[in-house]
């Protein structure tokens, strides 16, 4: 079962399955963040915290960024609308050799919200 961890191990994901392929979108809190997006089902996702959390939700958002408030790691994303079932999980923090063998797909999230590949 792949775990993603933040840097500090406060912040632990336990995903089902390593995700197929991690999406790198453009849009303006992705491309400051930095991040890989695996998308998933939030029942295939365990969140376990032995540590403080912190969110950041853009003004008039409809979901929240996560991060452990101790090393900084953004660590995923979630829809405030429990009937959204789908969640991005920062594949960064998952083993590299995980992220390695998923395909990186390129998301204009900036613009047409349209895969660029
Ligand atoms: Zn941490």
Redo the contacts with the bound molecule.
């Keep these: 079962m792949p775990v993603a961890t933040?840097?500090?191990?406060?912040?632990t994901l336990d995903l089902t399955a390593p995700p197929s392929e991690v999406t790198e979108c453009n849009c303006s809190i992705c491309r400051r963040y930095g991040v890989l997006w695996a998308y998933m089902p939030p029942a295939e996702v365990t969140i376990r915290t032995t540590?403080p959390t912190d969110r950041y939700v853009r003004e008039g958002g409809d979901q929240a960024f996560q991060r452990?408030a101790?090393?900084?790691?953004v660590t995923h994303w979630q829809k405030f609308d429990p009937a959204f079932d789908r969640m991005g999980v920062n594949a960064r923090l998952l083993p590299p050799d995980i992220l390695a063998a998923a395909r990186l797909r390129h998301l204009d999230g900036a613009e047409t919200d349209r895969y660029l590949d």
């Design positions: 933040c840097h500090c191990g406060a912040v540590g452990c101790t090393c900084g790691c």
